[in-house]
T-cell receptor, first 114, second 116 residues
């Protein structure tokens, strides 16, 4: 069973469109995250949710809106997609928000904006 | 040897040799560090972690060394195998709000290439 699963794995879309990426974890963790990995493999945190509550919102354009219907799910909705949004997006989860345990990552969603 | 390529530093080793991947971290107050392995097309996978009250921790074929004086971490892989080929990231926990919240901050990554 996949612990952290994301869909879709690949997403190709045109500029200006709106798209969503879904994430689910079956580990019973309280905290979930979205990370963005650029073409140079640099991984940067975007958002963090603890028990459906937003706790981290890094300097991400407000076109990006995370939504957590329950603590096992954290979806990412992106409005008005731009070329610079092309990247691999990773969902992750951890036991708690304190940062005393490792994060578990999904296998990523490769977003290509044309 | 280790070199800085166009994108990622790359370390090339012969199968069976030991590998050492180095990492400098930024925050002297960081107290928890993690090494991740990322294979092509996959997410980062936990390898080993270490807390600041230790300077060495061993796992299966891997050892992490922590030097707080110079803010340096290293990952040693014994008897490197082709399956070890991947990008390796060190990460540190950055704490906020009196320690009630921690963010995982990643380093830049090193590509390990194992030659058969």
């Amino acid at each position: 069973d996949t612990a952290v699963s994301q869909t879709p794995k690949y997403l190709v879309t045109q500029m200006g469109n709106d798209k969503s990426i879904k994430c689910e974890q079956n580990l019973g963790h309280d905290t979930m995250y979205w990370y963005k990995q650029d073409s140079k493999k640099f991984l940067k945190i975007m958002f963090s949710y603890n028990n459906k509550e937003l706790i981290i919102n890094e300097t991400v354009p407000n076109r990006f809106s995370p939504k957590s219907p329950d603590k096992a799910h954290l979806n990412l909705h992106i409005n008005s997609l731009e070329l610079g949004d092309s990247a691999v997006y990773f969902c992750a989860s951890s036991v708690d928000r304190v940062g005393d345990s490792p994060l578990h990552f999904g296998n990523g969603t490769r977003l290509t904006v044309t | 040897g280790e070199s800085v390529g166009l994108h990622l530093p790359t370390l090339s080793v012969q199968e069976g040799d030991n590998s050492i991947i180095n990492c400098a971290y930024s925050n002297s107050a960081s107290d928890y560090f993690i090494w991740y392995k990322q294979e092509s097309g996959k997410g980062p996978q936990f390898i080993i972690d270490i807390r600041s009250n230790m300077d060495k921790r061993q796992g299966q074929r891997v050892t992490v060394l922590l030097n707080k004086t110079v803010k340096h971490l290293s990952l040693q892989i014994a008897a490197t195998q082709p399956g070890d080929s991947a990008v390796y990231f060190c990460a540190e926990i950055s704490r906020h709000y009196g320690g009630s919240q921690g963010n995982l901050i990643f380093g830049k990554g090193t590509k390990l290439s194992v030659k058969p």
